[in-house]
Structure formats: C-alpha cells, structure tokens
C-alpha cells in the first residue's frame, strides 16, 4: 500500500531499557583530556551543514582515538552487549559508516533529527561525550512515533527495513511526528552504547567556538 506525503506506518515499541537496548559507561577513557586535546589540535576537518550542502551538521574528523584505545572500547562493548565480536561493517561497494569519527556541532549548526543507523551497516552504536563545558541537556534522547491521531507509536526499525525511511515507508514526515522517549544526559568521558536500530537523535547542541561546542566520537559495529 503507498502511502500520502508525510504519512508514516507504525513501527514496533520497545521501551528502551539500560542493559538491554542501551548502555551507559561513565569515565570511559583512562585519559579523555588528551583524547579531547588531539582532536582539538586537528586542523583538517570535513565540513557538513551549514558550510557545505551536507545534511549532518558541524564538522568532523576521523580517526577520534588510536589503535589501543578503540581495541579497549570493542572490548568494552563486548563485554556490556554480551557479543563474542564487534567489527566495522561495509558493503560489496565498499560503503561503510563512519565509525572512530569526532563531531563538532554548535547550537546553531544542528538541530534534533530522529533517525536510526543502517541496519545492513551496523547492530550496535556508541557516542563518546569529549568537551567537559558542555550542560547535560546536550545527551541524546530516544524517540517513539507520534501518530496523526495523536496515539504513540513506535520506536524500532525491524527486518526487512534497514533504516527509518524504509520502515516509515517515507523519507520525509511532519516535523511534530516524532516524541522524546529516553533521555541520556551529556557528561564528560561519558560512554552511551545502544542498540542501532532503535530511533534516536542528539537532545541538543552547544557552543559558537570550536572549543565551546558538543563534541563527541560516534562509532558502529556490527557483531
């Protein structure tokens, strides 16, 4: 059945729960300033909106740790999810998901977009929180569905979607279509692992100056 413009179908609702679809992981990094020092001191970045057409916004920059550092974080991962392996996933085509990548994105450089990663990419995803100034309200929340009727839906892209405009059956949807679910608050060497396919987006961001904005490392594995 094809849908109108802006016309959603309903997804399946799990509320998400810590240690089951979700994972937080305080003082993550043994030494997050000099992570956060590195990153600062980078002078190419890649630029998204509103510097370039791009629709992610800010800029950003890979790799965010070394070697050691993110076999430490696999570990990790493993260890909170239960998975034997982790490993960057990429297609035939060679598209992969840009995973061990630091994001800088100013309050008016970004916005919340609800979203969820590609399934055929990635199981798990993690956002690693690096500037210490940053208040709490700059976390990431989890989202459910908002029906035209005004019942809530949603909130997971299930087998054989691979992302949230398939399984909406829509790219484009009205803008009150989404409701904040689960907040994790932004804090300083903050860890936030969760399952990839459940709709999440960035609270808020922060900051006029590089060193003042919402940074953060994102990564993607599949297991």
């Known amino acids: 059945m094809s849908l109108l413009p802006t016309q959603m179908r309903p997804l399946p609702y799990r509320k998400p729960t810590e240690g089951r679809d979700y994972w937080v992981v305080d003082d993550a990094l043994p030494d997050p300033g000099a992570v956060r020092a ?11 909106y509103p510097y370039t057409g791009e629709v992610w916004p800010g800029m950003r920059a890979i790799p965010a740790l070394l070697d050691g550092e ?12 239960g998975a034997k392996k982790v490993w960057v996933e990429q297609t035939e ?3 992969r998901l840009n995973h061990n990548c630091v994001q800088v994105v100013g309050s008016t450089e970004g916005a919340v977009k609800p979203h969820t990663d590609s399934s055929n990419l990635c ?3 993690a956002v690693l ?28 892209v299930m087998p054989p979607h691979r992302n949230l405009a398939e399984a909406l059956g829509n790219r ?3 803008p009150n279509s989404f409701v904040e679910d689960v907040r994790v608050a932004y804090r300083f060497n903050r860890l936030l692992v969760y399952k990839a396919n459940l709709i999440h987006s960035a609270t808020a961001y922060w ?12 990564f993607f594995w599949m297991a």
């Open 38 to 48: 590195r990153c600062l001191a980078r002078t190419e970045w890649e630029l998204g």
């Open 172 to 174: 484009f949807v009205q």
């Open 93 to 95: 085509a060679g598209i």
């Open 70 to 81: 993110l076999a430490a974080l696999d570990a990790k991962v493993c260890q909170l999810t």
């Open 207 to 218: 900051g006029l100056e590089t060193a003042a904005k919402r940074m953060a490392a994102v």
């Open 129 to 156: 929180y690096l500037n210490p100034d940053v208040p709490e309200q700059c976390g990431t929340s989890f989202f459910r569905q908002r029906m035209p009727t005004g019942q809530l839906g949603g909130n997971i």
């Open 123 to 125: 199981r798990y995803a």
